[in-house]
Structures are given as structure tokens and as C-alpha cells.
């Protein structure tokens, strides 16, 4: 997976090879200076910028929204309505498109213009999580709002031309999980809740949560999908709201329904005291719990305490550290608007790769959607489950999910409309394979002669680890 690059060297080395513009396709030779060719790609880019967060901008855009129902929830397509008239002062009422648009215009309120410059943030690849800990933590919160760059301290050569936003911080979640601070929740669905009890030596974990927030937030803020669920209780953590038993359903099934059972069933019969075990040891749910048996008339306030308790308490210091990093992101104020399910559309994007609209928002470059090695890739791609086309897509764009408007509002590094693009590329036998500029969401794809050809080198990007460290070429 290729990210947009350059030599960063002094102003009159040369490139030493023929270099392309990713934006604009404009090919530099090898004796083009890297200052002139640098000044160049700021220009280019700067000239492209576009502004989307008019409301007007969302004009017959349609977006997914996660619905209730009585199995739980099932997403709809819906379409944006610019010609309501947000209610600034009623906008919790607002539907669920319109109050997007108002919270992304108000981030970008905050938004330093990366014309003003941006802050490099240096990190090893061999310790990608400690380097990413210490380099964010010494940032000052303002400079969260302004373009961030990502620095490889082993690599001297690489430009990020922003992509490597994306991939970074997908990797660090991946390590988060790794090493366990996200742990998966006892539940049917792929999310994860914050595990504290990890034992480090190398990470301040008070340190390493609020990094998680400033990750988290930032990823929000530059309209980036999450690639790791956050559980319902971490959601309403974020939005200052009370977490109820029915989010426990989306935290620990168990607890969830033997919680139900005892209220729909006689407590006075249990032998049940205001005490809970956690790691070993008996906790007292309030003063001389252990001595206070549960009863139906007490028996919601027993559940209430182990909510607390179990999403909260035993997750202190490091839950309120995980909040005063998003906050330093994300205004809090911002968020009274959303209801838990909004803000994780918003957070963590689609659940699934809707092939027939990636198709649909794909541009060509050298080439058409005719071309028989066109059809060949998409014919490919209808074949792939889920997992493996969110694969494909990071390796294409940095990032597992597209935005709750799908590939309609994929979006490049700097915030403008950036549609998927196959760029045509002549089949090489040394280097056969596809190659992905991230920052700009374009694939390389080889005019290969055969379908089979294609699908091998197609299933090698995802199966193979192709992209290296980050998607660097």
C-alpha cells in the first residue's frame, strides 16, 4: 500500500528518479530539484482544496443511519435534506443527517488551515505504540485542531502527504488490542471495552488512556473511521450520559440478564447481598454491603451499583483520562446533540463495504469502465466477504470503513472530496502488483491479460502483508 511520497532532502538534491505528482499526475524527471518538487505538490494541493461543509454541499447525498426496531437495530438509507433549515436552537430534534452537517461545521470552526503549517509527529516503527505515546502527549491541545504528519525516525526519506494519518492510527488500535488495554467484550458483537488491568512497563497507562482520547478524538475530527468498536458504555461515557441497564447488553451479556432476571423475578428469595467479586476480592457496594441483603424493593438500586461499579469505578483513573484526552479534541458541548447510535455512525463509520456503491463513486484514469481488466476487478471483488474488502479498502485508502454517507463522501487526507480512482498502469513481471497512493484514495491497478493473473496479486495486498510498514512503496 503506497502512500504519496517524496525525498526530503536539502533543497538542491535531486529526486534521482522520475517522480509523479499523486494529485495531479504531472511527472517531474530525475534531475527536478526536491524543493521545487515539494513546492510543487503544496501547491497543487493547496489549489484543490474544497470546502464540503456547507449544508448545501450535502444536495442529494445519501447516508446509512442505524434505526431501532424491535430486534434491535437495522440500518436505512436516507438522504439529506439541505432545504430544512437547522434550528440551532432546537437541534437535538434535528434527524440525524442535518445534525451532521451542524456538528462538522462547527469542528471545522476549530480547525487550524493547514496552509498555516503542521506538526510532525516522529515515531518508531519498532515501538510504534510507546514512540506514538510520548511524541502526542507532548503536544499542546491546540495544535490538535492542525495538520498532523507522521514521521518514521528509521526513515528519513518518506513524505507524508497525509495518508499515513489513517493507516497510524489504525495500527495503533490494532496494538491496543494486541496487547490487550481494548479487550473484546463478552458479547455477540466485535466491539471492545478499556481493560486497565494490563500490566506494562514500558507505558504510563494513565499516559497511554488519554492518548487513547486524543486518538479517538482526533480520528473524529479528521472524519476518519474508527476500525475498532468502542462498547455502548464507553459511547455514553463520551456523550455524559447515565449508562442504563440496557447498555449492559452491549457490554456483558451475562451480567445483562441475570440483572433482567432479577428484576422481573421474586429477589427476596435469592441469597443475594450488596457485595460484588472482582479479581479475588469482595467489594462492598455501599457501607456494610455485605450485611444488606437485595430484595425487590432494593433490587434496582443493587443493579444500578454494579453498573457503576463495573463501567465505571473499576475502570478510574483511566476512563476520566480517556475523556480529558477526547475533550481536548472534541468540545463536549458539541455532543449533547447526539444519541449513543448517532455518535457511533459518526465514530466508527459503515459495518460493511456496499460493493455496488464503491462501483458506483469510482473514477477512471487511463482507462474506462468498459475495459475488460475494469470488470475483471470488480467481478473479483464481488466474490470477497466483508473482512477481506475492508482489507482491500485500507490497503487502497488507509482506512477498514467508509463514512456513514459511503463512497459518495470518501474523503483525502485534507478534508475534500476524493472518489475512489483506478488509475491504469502498465503490467510490470518485476513488480506485478497493484500499488495504492492512500493519501488520495487511488489504485495503481496493471492491465493484466488474464482474470486469474489479476486475482492472484488482487488477494496478495491483503493475504501477503504488501504493505509493508504503513503502506510505504
Known amino acids: 500500500m503506497g502512500c504519496c511520497c517524496s525525498i526530503k532532502s536539502p533543497s538542491q538534491t535531486t529526486l534521482g528518479r522520475e517522480v509523479e505528482c499523486p494529485k495531479c499526475q504531472q511527472l517531474f524527471p530525475s534531475y527536478t530539484t526536491n524543493h521545487a518538487f515539494n513546492d510543487h505538490l503544496d501547491n497543487c494541493l493547496m489549489s484543490s482544496q474544497q470546502n464540503i ?10 447516508y446509512w443511519e442505524k434505526v431501532q426496531n424491535e430486534q434491535g437495530f437495522q440500518w436505512v438509507l436516507k438522504e439529506y435534506n439541505p432545504s430544512l433549515q437547522i434550528n440551532e436552537q432546537n437541534i437535538q430534534q434535528e434527524p440525524f443527517g442535518q445534525k451532521q ?4 461545521a462547527k469542528l471545522e470552526k476549530l480547525r487550524i ?3 498555516n503549517g503542521c506538526t510532525v509527529i516522529s515515531v518508531s516503527q519498532n515501538h510504534l505504540l510507546e514512540s506514538s505515546v510520548e511524541s502526542i502527549m507532548k503536544l499542546k491541545s491546540r495544535l490538535l485542531h492542525g495538520e498532523l ?5 528509521e526513515d528519513e526519506k518518506v513524505q ?13 488500535l490494532q496494538q491496543l488490542v494486541e496487547q490487550g488495554y481494548l479487550q473484546k467484550t463478552d458479547t455477540k458483537e466485535l466491539t471492545y471495552k478499556f481493560n486497565p488491568n494490563v500490566q506494562s512497563n514500558t507505558i504510563d497507562k494513565r499516559q497511554l488512556f488519554s492518548f487513547l482520547g486524543i486518538i479517538v478524538g482526533k480520528c473524529l475530527f479528521e472524519r476518519i473511521p474508527l476500525s475498532s468498536f468502542l ?17 449492559i447488553k452491549y457490554f456483558d451479556e451475562d451480567l445483562f440478564y441475570s440483572w433482567q432476571y432479577l428484576l422481573n423475578n421474586n429477589s427476596d428469595q435469592l441469597d443475594l447481598y450488596f457485595q460484588l467479586e472482582y479479581f479475588g476480592k469482595i467489594i462492598n457496594l455501599k457501607e456494610n454491603g455485605c450485611e444488606i441483603k437485595v430484595t425487590n424493593s432494593n433490587a434496582q438500586e443493587y443493579i444500578n451499583l454494579n453498573i457503576f461499579y463495573y463501567t465505571q469505578q473499576f475502570l478510574e483513573p483511566y476512563l476520566s483520562d480517556f475523556l480529558t484526552g477526547f475533550y481536548q479534541v472534541i468540545p463536549k458541548t458539541l455532543l449533547r446533540i447526539f444519541k449513543p447510535q448517532e455518535l457511533e455512525m459518526i465514530l466508527f463509520g459503515l459495518p460493511f463495504i456496499d460493493l455496488q456503491d464503491w462501483s458506483k463513486y469510482t473514477i477512471y484514469k487511463d482507462c474506462s469502465a468498459e475495459d475488460q481488466f475494469i470488470k475483471w476487478f470488480w467481478q473479483i471483488l464481488s466474490t470477497w466477504d466483508q473482512t477481506e474488502l475492508s482489507q482491500f479498502l485500507r490497503f487502497c485508502t488507509g482506512s477498514t470503513r467508509v463514512p456513514v454517507e459511503g463512497f459518495s463522501k470518501l474523503e483525502s487526507n485534507r478534508g475534500e472530496i ?18 495504492a497512493h492512500t493519501c488520495f484514495n487511488r489504485l495503481e491497478l496493471p492491465k493484466y491479460e488474464e482474470l486469474e493473473t489479476m486475482e492472484v496479486f ?3 495486498t491483503i493475504h501477503e502483508a504488501l504493505e509493508g510498514i504503513f503502506g510505504l512503496e
Request: aromatic share 14%.
Open 53 to 62: 461543509n456547507r449544508i448545501e454541499d450535502y444536495r442529494g447525498i445519501k
Open 101 to 104: 452537517v451542524w456538528f462538522r
Open 113 to 115: 488551515p493547514w496552509q
Open 149 to 153: 504528519k507522521i514521521k518514521f525516525q
Open 160 to 172: 507524508d502527504a497525509g495518508g499515513l494519518l489513517r493507516e497510524w492510527s489504525t495500527s495503533i
Open 231 to 247: 462498547d455502548r458504555t464507553i459511547i455514553k461515557h463520551i456523550l455524559r450520559q447515565k449508562v442504563i441497564l440496557e447498555d
Open 418 to 435: 476524493s472518489y475512489f480512482c483506478i488509475q491504469a498502469s502498465n503490467f510490470d513481471k518485476e513488480n506485478p502488483y497493484p500499488k
Open 458 to 460: 488482487l488477494k496478495a
